[in-house]
């Protein structure tokens, strides 16, 4: 076949209905752009008594973040030579701020240690507890907040480690899934775990049946090695 035949140039494709036409995006552009601008002439300054359009945005402030006042040019010039973010804020609160300003306001760890060791360590220690935060993360999920991130005094009572669980040998913990228990189990838990055991396997209980031998005998050594390692 001939790539290079003039049959080639006559070739035409029919443009579909999904294919822009030339000039609509521009067109769509100009209109978004006209929207906007009418939009802003719409919308009046937001100072009381002025009539003036308000074609200036300021902040609202602290907890208020992504949000905007409208105002004309005077307006909009004196509320920004009075405004302060950290009115109300004491100073460990707005040292506290700086120092998340540095890394973005996102939680961060030490090295090595989780947040629960962490709060451990620092009760053990008798470290200060850290400045209160009332500005507010970027958390439109509320992710951060379930994990008692941002949250105030209320997130980090949600945050308090839990307990840890003691740890155990790995011969007491095969002992503790012999007898059907976990790690959690206290002494008065295995002794009722044992007598229900031992009465339900025992030979007596099953009409002489000597079958369960075996398991009774795991059973007893499941507790012994429990009671040398102090549990019950």
């Not at 993360?137 to 949250?151: C, F, H, T």
């Not at 009409?207 to 549990?231: K, M, N, P």
């Amino acid at each position: 076949m001939d790539l290079n035949s003039p049959l080639f140039d006559r070739i035409r494709i029919k443009p579909t209905c999904d294919d822009p036409k030339p000039g609509a995006k521009a067109g769509a552009k100009a209109g978004a752009r006209a929207k906007a601008g009418a939009a802003t002439a719409e919308a009046s300054c937001e100072a009381e008594g002025c009539t003036h359009p308000g074609l200036y945005r300021a902040p609202k402030g602290r907890r208020q973040e992504g949000q905007y006042w409208r105002f004309c040019i005077d307006h909009v010039r004196a509320y920004n030579a009075s405004y302060n973010y950290f009115d109300g804020m004491n100073d460990a609160a707005v040292e506290a701020y700086q120092k998340d300003a540095i890394i973005g306001h996102r939680p961060t760890w030490s090295m090595g240690m989780n947040a629960a060791a962490a709060t451990a360590e620092g009760k053990a220690k008798g470290a200060q507890p850290e400045a209160e935060r009332d500005w507010a993360y970027a958390d439109p999920l509320g992710i951060l907040r379930a994990n008692g991130v941002g949250g105030g005094a209320a997130g980090r009572r949600q945050a308090e480690p839990e307990p840890q669980r003691p740890r155990h040998s790995a011969a007491v913990r095969k002992a503790l899934d012999v007898m059907g228990l976990d790690e959690t189990a206290d002494t008065a838990a295995i002794k009722a775990q044992y007598k229900t055991l031992v009465k339900r396997f025992h030979p007596d209980a099953n009409g002489g049946d000597r079958s369960f031998e075996e398991r009774l005998r795991d059973i007893i050594r499941a507790h012994d090695v429990l009671r040398a390692a102090g549990l019950c």
